[in-house]
Every structure is written in C-alpha cells, then in structure tokens.
C-alpha cells in the first residue's frame, strides 16, 4: 500500500487522523488553508469539508484545463 507524510499536506492537529475523519475535516485542516479561508470557501461554495474541496466541480474543470495545456505542449 502506497503512503504520504500527512505532515505536507495538514495541519498538526489532522495528520494523525485516519482518512475518514480527514476528509470530514472542514477544509481548515489542510496546511495553509486558515478559518477565515474555510469559512470564505464555505460562503462562496458552500465547502464543508476536504472531501467537499475535492470534489468541487470548479476544481475538476480548471485540473482538466491544465491537463489539457499540459499535453498540447
């Protein structure tokens, strides 16, 4: 089975979390994203949660764009 350092990737407080509780984690738990950023994220996309962010279709389509300039190149 593959593993990351968690530490990369979230807060202090999350990375020894399993993945069920992360990704039910408001989008705070991911290092670098404050309250203030989760509760804006909250207010314009109604984010919730890490899995929530992830799933956003707005991500989905500009990673989809960038794949696309990717392989034009």
């Known amino acids: 089975m593959a593993s990351i350092d968690l530490t990369k990737v979230l807060d ?3 990375a020894e979390k399993d993945l069920a509780e992360v990704l039910a984690a ?3 738990a991911l290092k670098g ?7 804006l994220l909250e ?6 949660t890490v899995s ?4 956003l ?4 389509w500009a990673s989809a764009l960038t794949t696309l300039d990717a392989t034009a190149k």
């Open 12 to 14: 202090k407080a999350w």
């Open 26 to 28: 408001p989008a705070s």
């Open 33 to 39: 994203v404050s309250d203030r950023q989760g509760a």
């Open 43 to 48: 207010e314009a996309f109604g984010i919730k």
């Open 52 to 55: 929530d962010l992830a799933h």
């Open 57 to 60: 279709k707005y991500f989905h």
